[in-house]
C-alpha cells in the first residue's frame, strides 16, 4: 500500500517570507514517481513537478524549489519570497499510472 | 487550445436521483481518471481508464459508474446507491507515460 503524508494542515505567513511544506512517503515499489500539484480557490489542479525515484537532485523552478531525499522518504517543497498568489492548498501525490494523494497543506500569504 | 474540459461547473440534485458528469479532454491521452474531494481532505479516485472500452475501479467506486466509448470522453455517473455524493469532482488525463496527471476544472455535485 502507498502512503503520502503532509504533516502541516495550514501555514500562514507574511509575503517575502519563506514557506517549507514537508511531504513523508511510504512505498513498497522501487521505481515511483513523485509530484506536486497546486489548487488556487478556483478548484482546478495545476501540475507543479514530477520527480522520479531514481532521481535525487534537488530541482529549482523560479521560486519554487524541491528537496527529495530517498533517505528519509521525503520530497519537500519550499517557496521563496512567497507571494499573496501563492495562496493555494498544495497537494503531494505517489505513485506511476494510479497517484495517491496527500491531504493536502492550505497555505495563506497575507499582504 | 487543449485541455480537459468539466462540464457543468455547479450541478443540484434530489436525493434517488442519478445524475452524470461530463469530462472530454482534447489531449490525445490515453488515460483519464475521476477523484472525489471532500473538504479538507485529499483527492480519492474513484475510477480510471487506461485505454478506450476499459476501465478499472479505484478505491472508492461503490455507487458510481463509468464509460470510455471514445478516447476523448470519460463520463461519471453517480447513482443513488451513493449514500454521500455531495462533493467536489476532478477529472485528469495522462499521456502514454502516464507520469504526470492534468486536471478539469472540476463539478461541484450538491445532493438534497
Known amino acids: 500500500a502507498q502512503k503520502v503524508t503532509q504533516a502541516q494542515t495550514e501555514i500562514s505567513v507574511v509575503e517575502k517570507e519563506d514557506v517549507t511544506l514537508d511531504c513523508v512517503y511510504e512505498?513498497?515499489?522501487?521505481?515511483?514517481?513523485l509530484f506536486w500539484y497546486k489548487q488556487p480557490p478556483s478548484g482546478e489542479l495545476v501540475f507543479l513537478i514530477r520527480r522520479n525515484s531514481f532521481d535525487e537532485q534537488n530541482e529549482i523552478s523560479g521560486r519554487y524549489s524541491w528537496n527529495f531525499q530517498k533517505s528519509t522518504s521525503s520530497f519537500n517543497f519550499t517557496i521563496t519570497a512567497s507571494q499573496v498568489v501563492d495562496s493555494a492548498v498544495y497537494f503531494c501525490?505517489?505513485?506511476?499510472?494510479?497517484?495517491?494523494f496527500g491531504a493536502g497543506t492550505t497555505v495563506t500569504v497575507r499582504a | 487550445d487543449g485541455g480537459i474540459t468539466q462540464s457543468p461547473k455547479y450541478l443540484f440534485r434530489k436525493e434517488g436521483q442519478n445524475v452524470t458528469l461530463s469530462c472530454e479532454q482534447n489531449l490525445n491521452h490515453d488515460a483519464m481518471y475521476w477523484y472525489r474531494q471532500d473538504p479538507g481532505q485529499g483527492l480519492r479516485l474513484i475510477y480510471y481508464s487506461q485505454i478506450v472500452n476499459d476501465f478499472q475501479k479505484g478505491d472508492i467506486a461503490e455507487g458510481y459508474s463509468v464509460s470510455r466509448e471514445k478516447k476523448e470522453s470519460f463520463p461519471l455517473t453517480v447513482t443513488s446507491a451513493q449514500k454521500n455524493p455531495t462533493a467536489f469532482y476532478l477529472c485528469?488525463?495522462?499521456?502514454?507515460?502516464?507520469?504526470?496527471?492534468?486536471f478539469g476544472p472540476g463539478t461541484r455535485l450538491t445532493v438534497t
Open positions: 501525490a505517489l505513485g506511476d499510472y494510479k497517484l495517491s
Open positions: 512505498t513498497r515499489d522501487t521505481t515511483y514517481y
Open positions: 485528469a488525463s495522462a499521456g502514454r507515460s502516464h507520469h504526470e496527471q492534468y
